[in-house]
């Protein structure tokens, strides 16, 4: 189905959302016609925050708004939807378009597989009827679906549209960038020739599958890494739990600047306790790019002063190969928290690939190396 056509039928005006490429059409489609327009569309940090913003704007116009999301998000709106938008307590109707990755008897990555599983299993839980848009889904049923929907909608209960892979199309191409020359990729090889035999937890997304390339590439183990394949945002949190157990080993975090925001209080946790073996790396591109390159808020905030202002005793951001290494070898080298900000193109390698190990032979690899190496700093 053309993406405009399921924009007109679900006849909404405003979208709020955290981008998936499962759902790139409408991203590219909302991106294309009004971009970052807070009247119309807004890219939020997590699934609970847009589906706050949506409560808002039901509240101050009364029309019901659309809020969109990879199925791995469900989990991040269960608070809202169960404590603000549930018809027992406010009856703030809103209308979900979910990405389902991991659909049972579709191959995916591993972190997706139990979350498909379970994706309309948790619609349930949260009273939301859904109905399942594919390839062949007509328009004729969509608007069906949309009218039996409409006595729930007008109760104040919400309802979900569970977009399958590929059921969306959308003709018109649409193009990312900014204006950073390093690569994110390239970055990953200068942290790691620095980190040298330091345990690296690495965010979801490419970064962990570059990180795992790099390591291939150099024939070295995979030992001294964490990806983090799911739990986008937690990353920071992970290597929190491990430099504070781990006192006497630097502990190294590649983040995102899409993940870091979708958790941010995290930082004021990480710099409440400030832990002197801790590095943390956010690879800011400004974008979502695993996802496709939507945009991220992070090109109009001050991470280093959020950061400053958390506790972290060192903060600094780069935008070259030189001041990179530089600041590299100085959080090496410290004995206090350290937070570097890195600038980063969009863009990534088409023949990226990865990783062959799975999640748990990666957790028990690490965990070994963790529990039997000790390194003094």
């Given at each position: 189905m053309k993406v405009e056509n399921f924009v007109n039928i679900l006849g909404a005006d405003f979208y709020t959302g955290v981008p998936d490429s499962q759902?790139?059409?409408?991203?590219?489609?909302?991106?294309?016609?009004?971009?970052?327009?807070?009247?119309?569309?807004?890219?939020?940090?997590?699934?609970?925050?847009?589906?706050?913003?949506?409560?808002?704007?039901?509240?101050?116009?009364?029309?019901?708004?659309?809020?969109?999301?990879?199925?791995?998000?469900?989990?991040?709106?269960?608070?809202?939807?169960?404590?603000?938008?549930?018809?027992?307590?406010?009856?703030?109707?809103s209308i979900f378009v979910i990405g389902w990755r991991g659909e049972p008897g579709i191959k995916d990555e591993p972190q997706h597989v139990y979350q498909g599983k379970v994706t309309v299993k948790l619609l349930d839980d949260m009273d939301i009827q859904s109905f399942i848009l594919g390839k062949e889904t007509t328009e004729e049923e969509l608007k069906s679906a949309l009218d039996k929907f409409q006595p729930l909608l007008s109760a104040g209960k919400s309802v979900a549209f569970v977009i399958r892979k590929g059921a969306l199309s959308y003709d018109e191409?649409?193009?990312?960038?900014?204006?950073?020359?390093?690569?994110?990729?390239?970055?990953?090889?200068?942290?790691?020739?620095?980190?040298?035999?330091?345990?690296?937890?690495?965010?979801?997304?490419?970064?962990s599958r570059e990180l795992f390339e790099t390591r291939e590439a150099r024939k070295q183990g995979h030992q001294y890494d964490f990806l983090t394949v799911g739990s986008m945002g937690h990353s920071?949190?992970?290597?929190?739990?491990?430099?504070?157990?781990?006192?006497?080993?630097?502990?190294?975090?590649?983040?995102?600047?899409?993940?870091?925001?979708?958790?941010?209080?995290?930082?004021?946790?990480?710099?409440?306790n400030r832990p002197k073996n801790f590095i943390h790396i956010i690879i800011n591109n400004e974008a979502h790019e695993t996802v496709g390159g939507m945009p991220t808020v992070a090109g109009q905030i001050d991470i280093i002063g959020i950061a400053k202002s958390c506790g972290y005793p060192k903060a600094v951001s780069v935008n070259s190969f030189e001041r990179l290494d530089e600041e590299l070898v100085k959080c090496k080298n410290s004995n206090e928290l350290c937070l570097l900000e890195v600038k980063c193109s969009i863009g990534a390698r088409?023949?990226?690939?990865?990783?062959?190990?799975?999640?748990?032979?990666?957790?028990?690899?690490f965990m070994d190396y963790l529990n039997t190496t000790k390194r003094a700093y």
């Amino acid at each position: 189905m053309k993406v405009e056509n399921f924009v007109n039928i679900l006849g909404a005006d405003f979208y709020t959302g955290v981008p998936d490429s499962q759902l790139k059409q409408l991203c590219d489609y909302l991106m294309n016609t009004y971009g970052i327009d807070n009247k119309h569309h807004i890219i939020a940090a997590n699934e609970g925050n847009c589906t706050a913003i949506a409560a808002g704007y039901h509240l101050a116009t009364g029309k019901i708004p659309v809020v969109y999301m990879q199925n791995s998000g469900e989990g991040n709106i269960i608070n809202p939807v169960a404590s603000l938008l549930n018809d027992n307590v406010y009856a703030i109707p809103s209308i979900f378009v979910i990405g389902w990755r991991g659909e049972p008897g579709i191959k995916d990555e591993p972190q997706h597989v139990y979350q498909g599983k379970v994706t309309v299993k948790l619609l349930d839980d949260m009273d939301i009827q859904s109905f399942i848009l594919g390839k062949e889904t007509t328009e004729e049923e969509l608007k069906s679906a949309l009218d039996k929907f409409q006595p729930l909608l007008s109760a104040g209960k919400s309802v979900a549209f569970v977009i399958r892979k590929g059921a969306l199309s959308y003709d018109e191409k649409v193009s990312y960038k900014n204006g950073y020359t390093m690569t994110r990729e390239e970055i990953i090889q200068h942290i790691t020739k620095v980190s040298g035999a330091d345990p690296i937890v690495s965010t979801t997304g490419k970064a962990s599958r570059e990180l795992f390339e790099t390591r291939e590439a150099r024939k070295q183990g995979h030992q001294y890494d964490f990806l983090t394949v799911g739990s986008m945002g937690h990353s920071s949190s992970i290597a929190l739990g491990i430099a504070l157990q781990k006192p006497e080993t630097k502990i190294w975090c590649i983040d995102g600047d899409g993940a870091a925001l979708m958790h941010l209080g995290a930082m004021a946790v990480i710099g409440a306790n400030r832990p002197k073996n801790f590095i943390h790396i956010i690879i800011n591109n400004e974008a979502h790019e695993t996802v496709g390159g939507m945009p991220t808020v992070a090109g109009q905030i001050d991470i280093i002063g959020i950061a400053k202002s958390c506790g972290y005793p060192k903060a600094v951001s780069v935008n070259s190969f030189e001041r990179l290494d530089e600041e590299l070898v100085k959080c090496k080298n410290s004995n206090e928290l350290c937070l570097l900000e890195v600038k980063c193109s969009i863009g990534a390698r088409a023949d990226l690939g990865r990783p062959t190990t799975t999640a748990l032979e990666n957790k028990i690899a690490f965990m070994d190396y963790l529990n039997t190496t000790k390194r003094a700093y």
